[in-house]
């Protein structure tokens, strides 16, 4: 029997940051781990491969279409999926070895295999060999994060039928690939296919994509991919998929009913959401019960069970990596009697398509709801020098200003590079900035950057270049 001071159940982005911040903080920790490495869902199958084969796919179309003939680049590539796929992979591994790295920096001990609460400060660790090893602490951070949900009547085999992991690492490029859901994953995954050659088509149950962005900014985004080649089914719902050797074939309905298509595809990805995961956890032996969605709730991450804490993935709040990261930090803090605290008004979300769109604070639609007065300054990036010399004009920067206060309520960008661009807002935002705060600071150029300004000016009307 070993003891510690904290255990942690899952090594992603919650339970590796909760691991490391605790070692640094002088406590004796442990991280239990099922997987083969650590990092999670992000290091292994989400984030990290994900952002990997956007950028090398995003470059192979740039070289193979128009982008690269305009400026004065004449190549003749050919796709090389196997290598793609492999520098994927080793980057993949490079992370997930940091993560070790950064154990053995700060002290944390990785303890390999399932980890299942077995009452009050115990936790027994179930090895691949089989062999069972008991940890107790004083207290247990639950970071099991989440899986993919199924979609009712369609199985997944990862052969012809994929989740986002199957569809990380297929062997070839579909001719047509259908995709069900259109959230983050689905069409940033969706790109990276279409971009390789795919024809791609989404069914979504709802009318519009990403159903959480600003309504404008969504719109703006839905024409973008459409003049790319997605092919959109709103409005749809799967009612079957049935797959053979060689493709799928699907029946499509209407979602406020009425008469059902066959689709045929050579490959399907089911991207409609991702659920908690705590298979196995031994929640029972503590009295914790997950809500209807499978979902653990938490006070502050606190679980309400003395010394059993949750955060990730696992409990409420958007499913992102740097949200569960947050929440580790917040958590191992108020375990050694800090102030930790999670502002989840500002936390920021990002789909890496092109463009790209990242997103803080309210959307309009919120404050319309809750009748705040509001004023809104947009600049495009048409109007920005640095887009427009890169041949990346499209999008623009929409932020939204307390009409009283001036204060940056929400922030919404779609163009070239945002997911760099909205951390500045970020920090404004934290710091409650006036868009005219935003409007007097300088900002090099050229860049990018420069719209983030000219947009914040452009709230009281006085954007000077467009
Ligand atoms: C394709 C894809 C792309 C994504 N892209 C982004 C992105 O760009 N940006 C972003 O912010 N988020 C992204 N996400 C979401 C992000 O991956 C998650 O929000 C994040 O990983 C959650 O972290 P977590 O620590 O809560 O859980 P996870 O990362 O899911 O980690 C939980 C870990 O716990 C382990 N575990 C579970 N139960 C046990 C047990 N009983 N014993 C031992 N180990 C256990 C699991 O094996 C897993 O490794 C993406 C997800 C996917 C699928």
Not at 80 to 93: C, F, G, I, P, R
Not at 121 to 133: C, T, Y
Not at 217 to 244: C, D, E, I, M, Y
Not at 263 to 272: E, F, G, S, T, W
Request: glycine share 12%; hydrophobic share 40%; with cysteine.
């Amino acid at each position: 029997m070993s003891n510690y001071d904290v255990v942690v159940i899952g090594g992603g982005p919650g339970g590796y940051n909760a691991a490391i911040r605790a070692g640094q903080l002088g406590l004796k920790v442990a991280c239990v781990e099922g997987r083969e490495t650590l990092g999670g869902t992000c290091l292994n199958v989400g984030c990290m491969p994900s952002k990997a084969l956007l950028h090398a796919s995003e470059l192979y179309e740039a070289a193979v279409g128009p982008e690269f003939a305009k400026l004065g680049i004449e190549v003749k590539p050919s796709l090389n999926l196997a290598q793609m796929m492999k520098q994927k992979d080793e980057s993949v591994t490079t992370l997930t070895k940091g993560i070790e790295f950064l154990f053995r920096k700060n002290k944390a001990e990785w303890i390999k295999g399932w980890g299942r609460i077995d009452g009050p400060g115990k936790v027994v660790v179930k090895a691949a060999d089989g062999s069972e090893q008991v940890l107790t602490a004083k207290d247990i951070v639950i970071a099991t994060g989440s899986e993919p949900t199924p979609l009712p009547g369609v199985t997944i085999d990862n052969k012809r039928i994929l989740d986002s992991t199957g569809a990380l690492s297929l062997p070839e490029v579909p001719k047509h690939l259908v995709v069900v859901g259109a959230g983050v994953i689905g069409l940033e995954l969706g790109s990276v296919w279409r971009r390789l050659g795919s024809e791609v088509t989404v069914v979504e149950y709802l009318d519009r994509i990403c159903p959480g962005l600003d309504l404008e900014t969504g719109k703006t985004f839905q024409r973008s991919l459409a003049k790319q080649g997605f092919n959109f089914k709103l409005g749809s719902k799967v009612s079957s998929a049935k797959a053979t050797a060689k493709g799928v074939t699907l029946e499509i309905e209407p979602a406020a009913g009425g008469e059902k298509e066959t689709l045929k595809a050579d490959y399907v990805l089911v991207a409609i959401g991702r659920r908690p995961f705590t298979q196995g956890l031994g929640l029972e032996t503590v009295g914790i019960t997950p809500d209807k969605r499978g979902m653990l709730e938490n006070q502050k991450h606190r679980s309400g069970v003395p010394g059993i804490w949750i955060i990730g993935d696992v409990t409420s709040g958007p499913m992102l990596a740097h949200k569960a990261e947050d929440e580790a930090i917040a958590c191992i803090e108020q375990i050694v009697g800090k102030a930790g605290e999670v502002n989840y008004a500002l936390i920021p979300s990002v789909i890496y398509t092109k463009p790209e769109v990242a997103t803080v604070g309210k959307t309009e639609e919120q404050l319309k709801a809750e009748g705040r007065a509001y004023k809104v300054g947009k600049f495009p990036f048409a109007g920005n020098s640095r887009a427009k010399i890169n041949h990346e004009s499209e999008g623009f920067v929409k932020v939204l200003a307390d009409e009283r206060t001036d204060e940056v309520l929400g922030v919404h960008l779609i163009g070239p590079s945002v997911s760099e661009l909205i951390g500045e807002y970020c920090v404004a935002m934290e710091f409650a900035a006036s868009a005219e705060d935003i409007a007097l600071t300088c900002h090099p150029h050229p860049t990018r950057s420069e719209a983030l300004r000219q947009a914040a000016m452009n709230v009281d009307g006085w954007a000077m270049q467009a």
